[in-house]
């Protein structure tokens, strides 16, 4: 079985410009998580979603940030309008349940940059 | 506020020897633990856990050690191989809700 898969690897974008980043879980796996990682730091929580519904979106820095799971699998990170510091790696996880026991698998990540 | 903390930015250890990965964390709730280790330009692979009701569990070379009343875990690698040279994260989660990482520790196994 395939692990977590996130395209693209590499995103390249000018200021003010729309990205999609997009994940495909482990498949059977119902929660699945986005975080951001940004040099010299830890991955950074965004939102997680249980199926297809956003369980916690706390994370999200701010209104330009959203993502959908509509049919409870491949996940979509969408940032409107980005900004230099909007400049990381996006990791996606899936995890088989919450609770503890289930630990999160990550993909290699969508590294931004926003110029 | 940084709720999991990796105090040591990097560790070098010889081929053979223990290595010992530390984390302090601050919030009581935390109840599962996780090792992680990254390779460059690759996403964290879960190593090990370990959950609020036991104090140790081991996996092969890999062992990881929890203290509650110190809001204390520990990876121990013994013995370190050069292979094992990464950055090793750890992270935590109260209820299986949203985890939190500690800023990474970069191992150097020297051969």
């Known amino acids: 079985g395939a692990g977590v898969s996130q395209t693209p690897s590499n995103k390249v974008t000018e200021k003010g410009k729309y990205v999609e980043l997009r994940c495909d879980p482990i498949s059977g796996h119902t929660a699945l998580y986005w975080y951001r990682q940004s040099l010299g730091q830890g991955p950074e929580f965004l939102i997680y979603?249980?199926?297809?519904?956003?369980?916690?979106d706390s994370g999200l820095p701010n209104d330009r940030f959203f993502a959908v799971r509509p049919e409870g699998s491949v996940s979509t990170l969408k940032i409107q309008r980005t900004e230099r510091g909007d400049s990381a790696v996006y990791l996606c996880a899936s995890s088989s349940g919450t609770g503890s026991g289930s630990p999160l698998h990550f993909g290699n990540g969508t590294r931004l940059t926003v110029t | 506020d940084q709720q999991v903390k990796q105090n040591s930015p990097s560790l070098s250890v010889q081929e053979g020897r223990i290595s010992i990965l530390n984390c302090d964390y601050t919030?009581?709730?935390?109840?599962?633990f996780l090792w992680y280790k990254k390779y460059p330009a690759e996403g964290p692979t879960f190593l090990i856990s370990i959950s609020s009701i036991k104090d140790k569990n081991e996996d092969g070379r890999f062992t990881v050690f929890l203290n509650k009343s110190a809001k204390h875990l520990s990876l121990h690698i013994v013995p370190s191989q050069p292979g094992d040279s990464a950055v090793y994260f750890c992270?935590?989660?109260?209820?299986?809700?949203?985890?939190?990482f500690g800023t990474g520790t970069s191992l150097t196994v020297i051969p």
């Open positions: 992270a935590a989660s109260a209820s299986g809700n949203q985890f939190y």
């Open positions: 919030n009581s709730m935390f109840d599962y």
């Open positions: 979603f249980q199926g297809t519904g956003a369980a916690d």
